[in-house]
């Protein structure tokens, strides 16, 4: 575009206004070309003083103005007189005196130009252009918030779209003044005809004034009428959290998506593919594994009807964020387009660019996130309970069924649990009528459930590594905790929050506030997510992990069915897969042979909670919080606190009302059996308790509470007396026990947590081996306590020295994985060698319990184990695991016990044994890594969440708040070819995230 000096002065309008300020538009320079002249006016019959305080161009104040006008009288006079020839705009003081300014030609006829004074500021401000055949387009704006920012113009199209940006200026200075020209008879940077709406914008409030003049030499101007499109800022703090204040839902929730795209639009870029099935159209992406998350994403996804659909239908404060969050991306998109040194280098690297958001894109990237988030992983532990059965009626027909209710109770009550059992609770929801345990049916022998149950995991794992490799793999464990107040010094409720979400790069979470559109509200979010998932307002905060409702069932159909669409998915060079998308009246067909159909609780209701958290930011009161979660499209625990001094716990989530029946299998699985249906819109009320009488709720992923029934179909999910949430329990009970519970001792609990760790999580469609991770309850605990009695009975009754020490050892552990337990967590390399013993004995002595079954699959094995120990557990073993059919073997627990023992060291050999095992998290760049043959960033391994807030609330709110995650808030790379550089905010959480120190964050304005 060509510019020359005249039409830049000419455009030369500024405005400045901060709260309640009145300003004056653009005063011309003095070799613009053109005259400013000031007028003032007193609109009463009184005298009126007034001040003019003016401001040269780059924001630095000048002398001021005085003087007095008498009752109805007027003043002018030319600018450059009165204010001196470097003033720029001004700002305007005095009762009942009005401004005006006239903007002429200084040679030619032309008739002077009249823009009277404003106060509008804001962020965003709106105009129509002309015809720039004819005349020119022309802004100043003013910067007149409290920090530097880039200041944009943007085009929207008739659907309100950004298509086109231009910088007008970077990093203006506060009270500085920019002007730009859109476009003339001499050009544009814009591709638009006349018409075409523009907005000028930045993160911080701006005063602008537009003007409109005809060709050169005619000397005609006139002002072109603006409006207020937003009044919403952000700024950010020196680790670049955000923090938005002031304007409506639509407001504050634009500058959100803005912010978060300006920070992870690659990030955004992967998570709408993932959600959409379009992983495949990328170059250097495109493979076998991004084809099978595509055809699995459109299967198990909402059509594009169903997705607009379900837009239209949104609660219109849902409608609203999720435009405004659209927008917001969209505006910052337009700009790395506009800016090559905006797009991150992913996008170069892979030669694509950011297609623009749509709303349907919001809701596809939610249903995606809350899936993630829900244990049963599309119904896939009932295939694996299939298959573990069948194997088991194949090898051990005879005892088969007796075998598989050992491994498979339908609920077990020793499982730790959210909500304390015995009386007193105050809890909502429905017990289960089911027997603890039911030996199954015989299963069809029609269909062969190991190789269905090995083809599923394996299209499980080529999806899950192609997420892994572009860092969007969602996921989602935690722990959590809340102390009621009566237990802690200051006498104010303490909340901790650990989602354990995975360690991609960059973190799937981002943090901020927002204080405007009638929410007051801070914490972490997901990329792509209209809200805060997890955080705090001035009445209460929360956390969030995995539950447990029942929310899915698979259905073996008689028959195929007809197609009910044919999706298209493109590869990246213009090839084509043509995929047949199948549904029954149960759902989407997730298998073809047999004709397996996955029934959600959820489906349908997914969308539902975009309003939820915009309800969870509103909500005043407990019982509004626990009306709001019913919205929860997944299922999830809740720990609460809030400023009355009550603390709560809920599991959200839709458990239907089922008829009662088998279901560990899929429907259909057992021969002759009845297929079970039930009404997915009847579902149980959420299982709540408040205020409960042990001073606290806290857990690791486990049960709601004892008496609701769990069928164990769960992948990687067991629940019995050995859980990973006794960790939390325990360590809880103590400090409740001890008293004074001060705020360090909440928060640095997660400590102690991070630095226990066992993987005892079962493999996922692998053979049962020595070396293959056990079923526990999704890893992390110390199974030791629950085992001590039995293998020390064990080896006392055949002790030798070995023996004794192996013990003695144990006794004397910490129970921590890290040597020298949480106060050398940071820094240690070493294992402790006690964990070390236990780890190899356990597994031994599960591996030679459990041989005779190996290679059929996973089961609950710890837990089945702990209930052989006559350790007066609830439930007790049908079959008897110790008996083996090699007479040479061992053949009684004890036996077991003490052979698995000297395995256990004969494998270990002589101490120190963990020494430099501890391992390291690496947060790994595929490309950039690459490029630079390292991770983007390590640190010693944990069993840590990937974000963290602990909160106490007082009576007027949080009065103190501490937060943290890995990494940064930005997640840019920026460069060309094999250059990069890193953005400033890439790395700056590392110094809280990797000390464990945790970060204060602002609280909340004394009771609001």
């Known amino acids: 575009m060509r510019r020359t000096g005249l039409f830049v002065l000419i455009c030369a309008l500024s405005a400045f206004a901060v709260a309640q300020e009145r300003m004056i538009p653009h005063l011309t320079a003095a070799d613009g070309g053109f005259a400013s002249t000031l007028y003032l006016e007193n609109t009463s019959a009184q005298p009126r003083t007034w001040t003019l305080t003016p401001y040269d161009r780059d924001g630095n104040a000048l002398p001021a103005v005085e003087g007095t006008l008498e009752g109805r009288a007027q003043f002018s006079q030319a600018a450059a007189t009165l204010v001196g020839e470097t003033a720029a705009h001004l700002v305007i003081t005095g009762e009942d005196i009005s401004a005006t300014v006239a903007y002429v030609a200084e040679a030619g006829g032309g008739s002077p130009a009249h823009v009277a004074e404003t106060n509008e500021q804001a962020t965003r401000h709106r105009f129509f252009a002309g015809d720039w055949n004819a005349i020119f387009d022309g802004v100043a704006v003013v910067n007149t918030g409290t920090e530097a920012a880039d200041v944009w113009i943007a085009q929207i199209n008739a659907e309100g779209t950004v298509v086109q940006s231009a910088r007008v200026a970077a990093a203006l200075a506060p009270r500085a003044k920019a002007l730009y020209v859109l476009g003339s008879p001499d050009g544009s940077a814009f591709d638009a005809a006349a018409g075409s709406l523009y907005e000028v914008y930045a993160t911080v409030p701006l005063a602008m004034t537009a003007l409109r003049g005809n060709l050169p030499g005619s000397d005609y101007l006139w002002a072109n009428p603006t409006r207020v499109g937003g009044t919403a800022q952000s700024s950010r703090d020196s680790e670049g959290v955000w923090h938005i204040e002031n304007g409506n839902l639509y407001d504050v929730v634009e500058m959100m998506g803005y912010n978060i795209a300006t920070d992870r639009l690659w990030q955004l870029e992967t998570f709408r593919r993932l959600a959409l099935g379009t992983l495949s159209e990328v170059p250097l992406v495109s493979n076998a594994g991004t084809l099978e998350q595509d055809r699995f994403a459109r299967t198990t996804g909402y059509s594009m009807e169903e997705l607009q659909q379900g837009v239209a239908e949104l609660a219109p404060e849902a409608r609203a964020a999720v435009r405004g969050y659209v927008d917001g991306v969209n505006r910052r998109r337009a700009e790395a387009l506009a800016d090559p040194d905006l797009l991150p280098v992913e996008f170069k690297a892979v030669g694509i660019q950011p ?329 149980h009320p959420l299982v709540h308790d408040r205020n409960t009488a042990q001073g606290y709720y806290g857990g690791w992923n486990n049960k709601s509470r004892a008496d609701v029934a769990n069928s164990n179909v769960d992948n990687d999910r067991y629940y019995g007396p050995f859980h990973r949430a006794l960790v939390v329990d325990n360590h809880l009970r103590d400090l409740v026990n001890a008293g004074n519970i001060t705020f360090e001792d909440v928060r640095d609990m997660a400590l102690a947590v991070a630095s226990t760790e066992r993987h005892l999580a079962p493999s996922r469609a692998i053979p049962f081996t020595a070396s293959t991770p056990l079923g526990n309850g999704s890893g992390g605990g110390n199974p030791w306590p629950l085992l001590r009695d039995g293998f020390t009975a064990a080896v006392a009754a055949n002790p030798s020295e070995a023996r004794n020490a192996a013990v003695a050892l144990l006794d004397n552990w910490d129970g921590y994985f890290v040597d020298g337990g949480p106060s050398n967590h940071v820094a240690g390399a070493d294992r402790a060698d006690a964990w070390m013993l236990m780890d190899a004995w356990v597994r031994s002595v599960l591996t030679r319990t459990f041989e005779e079954i190996a290679g059929i699959g996973s089961g609950d094995h710890i837990n089945t184990f702990i209930r052989g120990l006559d350790s007066g557990t609830t439930l007790t073993n049908q079959y008897d695991w110790f008996t083996n059919a090699d007479a040479s073997a061992p053949q009684t627990r004890a036996a077991v016990i003490v052979a698995a023992l000297d395995d256990a060291l004969a494998a270990l050999g002589e101490q120190p044994w963990g020494t430099g095992l501890r391992g390291t998290i690496n947060f790994e760049h595929p490309m950039l890594s690459l490029l630079t043959g390292r991770p983007l960033h390590s640190m010693p391994f944990s069993n840590r969440s990937t974000y963290a807030q602990c909160v106490e609330v007082g009576e007027t709110g949080p009065v103190r708040i501490e937060s943290m995650f890995p990494l940064g808030e930005s997640g840019n790379a920026f460069g060309e070819g094999f250059t990069f550089e890193l953005d400033t905010h890439v790395l700056t959480m590392t110094p809280f995230y990797d000390d464990f120190s945790h970060r204060p964050f602002p609280l909340f304005t004394e009771n609001e």
């Open 355 to 683: 297609e623009p958001w749509l709303e349907t894109d919001v809701l596809a990237v939610l249903v995606t996130l809350l899936r993630s988030f829900d244990p049963q992983d599309f119904g896939s532990g009932q295939l694996q309970n299939a298959a573990l059965l069948q194997q088991l009626e194949q090898q051990f027909p005879d005892q088969a069924a007796t075998m598989f209710a050992d491994l498979r109770p339908l609920n077990d009550p020793d499982a730790p649990t959210m909500i304390p059992a015995g009386p007193g609770a105050k809890t909502a929801g429905t017990a289960s009528s089911e027997p603890a345990t039911q030996e199954p049916g015989r299963l069809r022998t029609d269909i062969n459930f190991a190789a269905l149950h090995y083809d599923f995991e394996t299209r499980f794992a080529l999806r899950e590594q192609i997420q892994r490799e572009l860092n969007a793999k969602m996921k989602m464990g935690s722990y959590a905790w809340v102390v009621a107040a009566e237990h802690t010094q200051s006498g104010n409720p303490i909340l901790y929050s650990g989602p354990q979400m995975g360690f991609m790069t960059p973190s799937i979470v981002v943090e901020g506030s927002v204080r405007g559109g009638g929410i007051h509200i801070s914490g972490a979010t997901v990329p792509g997510i209209p809200g805060i998932i997890v955080g705090r307002t001035p009445h209460h905060a929360w956390s969030m992990q995995v539950g447990h409702a029942d929310t899915m069932d698979l259905y073996i159909e008689p028959e195929l069915g007809e197609v009910h669409r044919t999706e298209t998915i493109r590869g990246a060079f213009g090839e084509e897969t043509q995929l047949d998308v199948y549904r029954s009246n149960h759902g989407p067909l997730i298998n073809t042979d047999p004709p397996t159909a996955w029934r959600y609780a959820h489906w349908g209701y997914e969308f539902d909670t975009i309003q939820a958290f915009y309800d969870l930011a509103k909500a005043e009161s407990m019982d509004s919080f626990g009306e709001a979660l019913t919205r929860i499209g997944v299922s999830q625990h809740f720990c609460y606190a809030d400023r009355d001094g009550n603390i709560a716990y809920w599991m959200s989530g839709r458990a239907p009302v089922r008829p009662e029946g088998e279901y560990r299998f899929p429907q259909g699985a057992v021969a002759g059996a009845p297929i079970l249906e039930y009404d997915l819109e009847t579902v």
